[in-house]
């Protein structure tokens, strides 16, 4: 089947526009996260949800960041009033079900965020 | 914050050649996992070693985990041009819901 996908692949948009990425996880995985990626680092959490729900919120850096999930399949992650230091990749994972211990994650192509 | 830290942060080899990078944390985790990354893009999926496993193999991977050391190591073999890119290593923390934490990379460049 197809596997994780994310639109757009590439954003530019100008410094305090509002800026929504969505992610389609593989089909019938509950689990999704989101990850950021600055050039030369390995990804960073931001968000999981396991089903509809947030369960994990910690690594959203601020309040100008806010996911939703509201039937438990496609996500969208939304940044308001984006800033220059949001430039990054943004990553969107799925996995059958949060807390397995084989939780293996798929990645989808990622999110090339610019803010100028 | 990231918790893996990666060594070496960049490798170059000939083709034909071993190549090894190391992994460290610093928790206690329910598995490891290695992943490959080419152009900044999409992160794939090599191979997971739950916390009591010690090594496993895929095709020319191989993975050892030391959970007293806290440390991994992922062993490419008979390297190819075509593996050049990054690798992460990232762990699923316990009690965490499986949320990853990755290191830094390792940036391996294999020369023809």
């Known amino acids: 089947g197809a596997g994780v996908s994310q639109t757009p692949s590439n954003k530019v948009t100008e410094k305090g526009k509002y800026v929504e990425l969505r992610c389609d996880p593989i089909s019938g995985h509950t689990a999704l996260y989101w990850y950021r990626q600055s050039l030369g680092q390995g990804p960073e959490f931001l968000i999981y949800?396991?089903?509809?729900?947030?369960?994990?919120d910690s690594g959203l850096p601020n309040d100008r960041f806010f996911a939703v999930r509201p039937e438990g399949s496609v996500s969208t992650l939304k940044i308001q009033r984006t800033e220059r230091g949001d430039s990054a990749v943004y990553l969107c994972?799925?996995?059958?079900?949060?807390?397995?211990?084989?939780?293996?994650?798929?990645f989808g192509p990622g999110t090339r965020l610019t803010v100028l | 914050s990231q918790q893996g830290e990666e060594d070496p942060q960049a490798l170059s080899i000939q083709e034909g050649e071993n190549a090894t990078m190391n992994c460290s944390y610093k928790t206690s985790i329910n598995n490891l996992q290695w992943y490959r990354q080419n152009s900044g893009r999409g992160l794939v999926h090599l191979i997971l070693?739950?916390?009591?496993?010690r090594e496993k193999h895929s095709g020319r991977l191989r993975v050892t985990l030391d959970t007293s050391k806290k440390s991994s190591s992922l062993l490419i073999t008979a390297s190819r041009a075509a593996d050049t890119a990054s690798y992460f290593c990232?762990?699923?923390?316990?009690?965490?819901?499986?949320?990853?934490?990755f290191g830094q990379g390792t940036e391996l460049s294999v020369k023809p």
């Open positions: 990232a762990t699923d923390e316990m009690n965490l819901g499986g949320k990853l934490i």
């Open positions: 070693i739950r916390s009591n496993e």
């Open positions: 994972a799925s996995s059958l079900e949060s807390g397995l211990a084989d939780n293996e994650q798929f």
């Open positions: 949800f396991q089903g509809t729900g947030a369960a994990d």
